[in-house]
């Protein structure tokens, strides 16, 4: 699966409050940019809040930490 870009699905998101958003990664899926440039999960995120949410202007999704590229599990985002 390498090499191939896995979309992000909002049914991926397993919990979200005010402060994060805990999201089922897939295998395959990349969780932070890297030298090959495929959109990542944190850019997903982004974007979803962004359009859930009807945010005009940048919205912050914090790293908290990565799962390799090739794992699938429960990845943590900080939402503030």
Not at 35 to 59: H, S
Not at 63 to 72: A, F, G, K, N, Y
């Amino acid at each position: 699966m390498l090499g191939r870009m896995i979309a992000f699905d909002p049914s991926q998101v397993m919990f979200e409050d005010n402060h994060l958003i805990v999201v089922n990664k897939r295998a395959g899926q990349l969780v932070q940019g890297d030298k090959t440039g495929d959109r990542c999960l944190a850019e997903d995120i982004k974007a979803f809040l962004k359009d859930k949410y009807q945010k005009p202007g940048n919205v912050f999704c914090g790293v908290i930490h990565r799962l390799d590229r090739p794992t699938s599990g429960l990845v943590v985002f900080a939402k503030s």
